[in-house]
């Protein structure tokens, strides 16, 4: 895959962006495709006292979502992106994938990527253990 790099991601923070735009600028062309704002999981439902437009909508606002999943002929990488990693996206690397398996049955497998810029304290040898790639940007 290869072309312009957008200025703007859906969900991406706008001080995470710079960190994906490097990403891509130096691996883009590695992958077939991306997909943004992946909703996974069931969300939360509410009571049958809502109508199924209501019920839809909250369904769909309360879903987790993956910043950007990015697609290669032999696997599927699942990527959370954030200029200081800390505890909270060791715990969406871990969960994506899970949750992303369960929403939509893929036969390939999946990677969890983490795209930072910095690693907080002490986590490094986390990062590791959970067996995600790192790109630092």
């Not at 704002?37 to 809502?50: C, I, L, S, T």
């Not at 769909?60 to 990527?79: M, N, T, Y």
Request: glycine letters at 6%.
């Amino acid at each position: 895959m290869t072309g312009n790099i957008p200025s703007k991601f859906p969900h991406l923070l706008p001080p995470d962006t710079p960190c994906w735009q490097r990403f891509l600028s130096a691996h883009q062309s590695e992958y077939l495709s991306f997909d943004y704002d992946v909703r996974v999981g069931f969300g939360r439902p509410v009571g049958d006292e809502f109508d199924d437009a209501m019920k839809k909508m909250a369904v769909d606002l309360s879903q987790r979502r993956i910043d950007a999943v990015g697609f290669k002929a032999d696997h599927i990488e699942i990527f959370e992106v954030t200029r200081l990693a800390g505890l909270k996206a060791i715990g969406q690397l871990i969960t994506y994938p899970i949750l992303y398996r369960m929403t939509y049955h893929p036969t390939l497998p999946l990677i969890p990527h983490l795209i930072t810029e910095k690693i907080d304290t002490d986590l490094d040898i986390v990062y590791r253990t959970i067996q995600a790639l790192i790109s630092i940007t």
